[in-house]
């Protein structure tokens, strides 16, 4: 008598079983890998919007005034390194749009932010990521660089019996400043009054005669 051996296959019970378990363990991993997309993504967009932040308070401080859009030629290239295909301004959740920019002349201050998980813009709320600046940090340390320059040219012009007389224009000249000394770190005319011999910055709000006055 003779027997044979037969090799054992896979019932259509144990077929369904891996195919349960299977199922069960991809269910479980496409979360995790979407919860570390968006962590990468989210780390990146952070990084991103601090180098912008920076970048807006460099061009603030050049120009006392923000840029009109992330994409002006006076700030991305030179500003802004923009990366290959402008990837320094893309947003990682926005499929290939730029970051959203809104600048609020009243408040002079300038807003970026991420479109954020939902991939939608909530005006910088919900799960959007959101970065301020205010023109009033470079705006105040450029003002304080022109008063640098202005004082000694100024203490010079007086040591050699110039005159003070006359707006602030007028003066300026005189000690051989060009027009763009005209004005402040927030582009506000410097107001001079030649009998206390005080030049006046009209300061963040740029309205003379505030709290927020910077007096040379």
Do not use: K
């Not at 893309?90 to 609020?104: E, I, K, M």
């Amino acid at each position: 008598m003779t027997t044979c051996d037969r090799q054992r296959g896979f019932t259509l019970i144990e077929l369904i079983v891996v195919l349960g378990i299977l199922g069960i363990l991809l269910a479980a991993a496409v979360p995790m890998a979407t919860a570390v997309l968006s962590a990468d993504r989210r780390q990146e967009a952070r990084a991103e919007l601090a180098t912008i932040a920076a970048a807006l308070e460099s061009y603030y401080l050049e120009h006392a005034a923000f840029p009109a859009t992330l994409a002006d030629a006076t700030f991305t290239g030179l500003h802004l390194q923009p990366g290959v295909d402008r990837t320094a301004a893309v947003d990682p959740f926005g499929a290939g749009q730029d970051y959203l920019y809104l600048v609020d002349a009243t408040a002079n201050t300038a807003s970026v932010w991420s479109r954020g998980e939902n991939a939608r813009n909530n005006a910088g709320g919900t799960d959007d990521l959101l970065v301020v600046v205010h023109g009033a940090v470079p705006g105040t340390a450029r003002t304080w660089q022109r008063f640098r320059l202005i004082v000694e040219l100024l203490a010079d012009h007086i040591e050699a019996g110039g005159s003070v007389a006359g707006p602030w224009p007028v003066l300026r000249a005189a000690i051989g400043l060009g027009a763009a000394y005209d004005a402040d770190g927030y582009g506000t005319p410097f107001d001079w009054n030649e009998t206390t011999h005080t030049l006046t910055s009209a300061g963040p709000d740029r309205t003379l005669g505030t709290a927020d006055d910077i007096t040379l």
